[in-house]
Every structure is written in structure tokens, then in C-alpha cells.
């Protein structure tokens, strides 16, 4: 079955440091998702990454999706309190998405 | 514009009863699926619903069923539960299969004693 794999599972930062998460698959992705979870939350849509080699910018974010579709990252450049939480990836199946082990980031003021 | 709303937000059962969960979908989204999220873990696919059929289920037993309505409200019913049951189940809404993304409920905390 379709498996995808992200490291590292936790993190720990001081404020101001920067963080990312990778995430792998074992199949070739048709298109890529990125959620954020907070603490007793529920996933957020943070974005969508298709095309081979794409990256994408959201202020302190930047997402990455391999070349052969096949792997990810989301990096945050200088981490704030609020960006604490767990970051999942998430690939698209036909009517479905099969979400990554997800990194827990936590940030130390 | 209103996002996807889940009833009820906590729910303790006796193992092998029954559990229905529901769901209202964000406005102008078609599509509806049912998430279990165990504690610590990634969010596993249970099903989705387009236009009030079944459209994909995931490794889940038949006693997870499902229903969507035409105002594209679902429900998710559990029968016979179990222990294991015990999980956050997340609703999540999208136009045509999420493609541009799914919005997600805030999740029903089901606890089975």
C-alpha cells in the first residue's frame, strides 16, 4: 500500500532557529499536501505541490517537491511560538489522502 | 462562509454499542470524508462521499458506514465498537475530491470503555 514517510518525528527549536521536515514516499505522487495540526486541533491546509521539482512560498514557509514526485520538505525559516505544532504531508490517492507520520515542532521561546 | 462543523465534540460509549457522528460540510463543497486519527498518530482514510455514494473507502470493517445527504452533510456511524475505536474522527470537506485541498472539522473524541 501507499506509504509515506517523514523525518524527523519530533523537533525541538529555539525561537528564531530554523526547522524542516522531509517526507518520503514509497510510490511516485501525483501531487503533494501539506497540513499543519495544533495542539488538540485539527489539520489545516497549508498547500498543494504538483508539478516535478515545484517549490512554493508562504511568508517564513517554503515547500519543496522532488523531482521524481517521490519526496518533499517544508522548511520554516526563523520559527516563531506560533508555528508550534505537527506538520503533516499527505498524498492524493484517487478519492483519498494518506497522511505522513508527521513531525512534531516545538519551539522554545 | 462556514467551515465544516462536527456534532458531538466528545463522546464516551460502552464497548459494542453504536455511535452515530455528523458532520456539516464547508459551503459550496460536494465532497465528504471521514477521517480516524489515533492519538499521536497521522489521520487514516475511512471513506468519502460524493453525491451521496460511497466513492473510496479505506482499510476499514463494514461496521464503519457511512451516509451523505443532499445537502452534503454526512454521517459516520460505528457499530459493534470496539476499544481500538477510541480516536479523534475528523470530518473533511472538499470541491471534487480535494484537490485544492480539504477543510477539516474540528473531530468528534470518541472514547470506548
Known amino acids: 500500500g501507499q506509504q509515506v514517510m517523514q523525518i524527523p518525528q519530533y523537533q525541538h527549536v529555539q525561537e528564531g532557529e530554523d526547522f524542516t521536515t522531509y517526507c518520503n514516499s514509497s510510490t511516485t505522487l501525483s501531487n503533494i499536501q501539506w497540513y499543519k495540526q495544533r495542539p488538540g486541533g485539527h489539520p489545516v491546509f497549508l498547500i498543494q505541490?504538483?508539478?516535478?521539482?515545484e517549490v512554493k512560498k508562504q511568508k517564513r514557509l517554503t515547500f519543496q517537491f522532488g523531482e521524481a514526485k517521490k519526496n518533499s520538505s517544508l522548511h520554516i525559516t526563523a520559527t516563531q511560538t506560533t508555528d508550534v505544532g505537527t506538520y503533516f504531508c499527505a498524498g492524493s490517492g484517487a478519492n483519498n489522502l494518506f497522511f505522513g507520520t508527521g513531525t512534531r515542532l516545538t519551539v522554545i521561546p | 462562509e462556514t467551515g465544516v462543523t462536527q456534532s458531538p465534540t466528545h463522546l464516551i460509549k460502552t464497548r459494542g454499542q453504536q455511535v452515530t457522528l455528523r458532520c456539516s460540510s464547508q459551503?459550496?463543497?460536494?465532497?465528504v470524508s471521514w477521517y480516524q486519527q489515533a492519538l499521536g498518530q497521522g489521520p487514516q482514510f475511512i471513506f468519502q462521499?460524493?453525491?451521496?455514494?460511497?466513492?473510496g473507502r479505506g482499510n476499514f470493517p463494514p461496521r464503519f458506514s457511512g451516509l451523505q445527504f443532499p445537502n452534503y452533510s454526512s454521517e459516520l456511524n460505528v457499530n459493534a465498537l470496539e476499544l481500538d475505536d477510541s480516536a479523534l474522527y475528523l470530518c473533511a470537506s472538499s470541491f471534487w475530491r480535494g484537490f485544492n485541498g480539504y477543510t477539516f472539522g474540528s473531530g468528534t473524541r470518541l472514547t470506548v470503555v
Open positions: 505541490l504538483v508539478k516535478s521539482g
Open positions: 462521499y460524493y453525491r451521496e455514494e460511497e466513492n
Open positions: 459551503s459550496g463543497h460536494n465532497t
